[in-house]
């Protein structure tokens, strides 16, 4: 309880907050009990918290190097180098390949991404890797001049979309999957043809890398399931072996 003395145009006002409940309060004055509600300040808003995606940006933008800086590249997979195609000082392109490792029973071309000189080679045959670790670093090339814009050219007419082949049953025998989600860029064998176990089937191409899939055992290819430009899942069939 808290007592206050008042003195308003010469009269003397004695007040008691008898009790104080949230914002509800009784008060005294000169002997009447009155209930008063009092009004509080409003906090000030929070500031909104960036989302997610404008961290990830905020984070890519912060780690892009500017140009002539260093480009690093890393392993996109773990597992074993094979061979390594560059040494320090060679002059690189885009598409260029860097080095062949060897991961989940494939052989993954690894290839540049940008031009420039070939500053640390920290890969070697026969280092296992883990992903993201180092293997090459490239100093950049500066940014060309950007071209001066032309007029824009009108688009093709659209062409219709040819009606998908109906897919084939399976074939009995050995089933060749695919180890990984991607595009088929070429099928190195035919229907009726034997194999022998390590013959390139076909060259997948996926996370930018190019991967042979290889015959596990020998055989005849009794059914091809796929075609060149063709996306996969992880665990399509590929190819079928009696």
């Known amino acids: 309880m808290k007592e206050f003395k008042f003195i308003i145009d010469g009269h003397k006002f004695s007040t008691t907050v008898n009790e104080l409940e949230g914002n509800m309060a009784e008060v005294t004055v000169n002997g009447t009990s009155f209930k008063v509600q009092i009004e ?3 906090p000030a808003a ?4 960036p989302s997610a995606q404008q961290v ?3 984070a890519q933008q912060a780690a892009a190097p500017a140009a002539g800086g ?6 996109p997979l773990p597992g074993s180098i094979i061979k390594v195609n560059i040494k320090v000082g060679d002059t690189v392109k885009v598409g260029d390949e860097l080095l062949t490792m060897e991961s989940m029973k494939m052989e993954n071309s690894v290839k540049s991404e940008f031009a420039g000189v070939v500053k640390a080679v920290y890969a070697e045959p026969g280092k296992n890797v883990m992903q993201e670790d180092k293997l090459v670093e ?7 001049a950007e071209p001066k814009a032309e007029a824009p050219k009108p688009a093709p007419a659209p062409q219709p979309a040819p009606a998908p082949k109906p897919a084939a049953a399976p074939a009995a025998g050995v089933k060749v ?4 989600p991607g595009s088929v860029i070429k099928v190195t064998v035919s229907e009726g043809q034997a194999v022998k176990k390590g013959d390139t089937l076909l060259i997948l191409e996926s996370m930018k890398m190019e991967n042979p899939v290889l015959a596990e055992q020998d055989g005849v290819v009794k059914q091809i399931a796929v075609s060149a430009g063709q996306n996969v899942m992880q665990d399509d069939l590929l190819i079928v072996l009696a």
Do not use: N, Y
């Not at 999957?177 to 990984?180: D, R, V």
């Open 40 to 42: 509080k300040d409003q």
């Open 46 to 49: 929070a500031a909104p918290r």
């Open 56 to 58: 990830v940006s905020s």
């Open 70 to 75: 260093v480009q690093v590249v890393k392993s």
């Open 138 to 144: 490239i100093a950049s090339a500066a940014a060309p």
């Open 177 to 180: 999957t695919s180890p990984l």
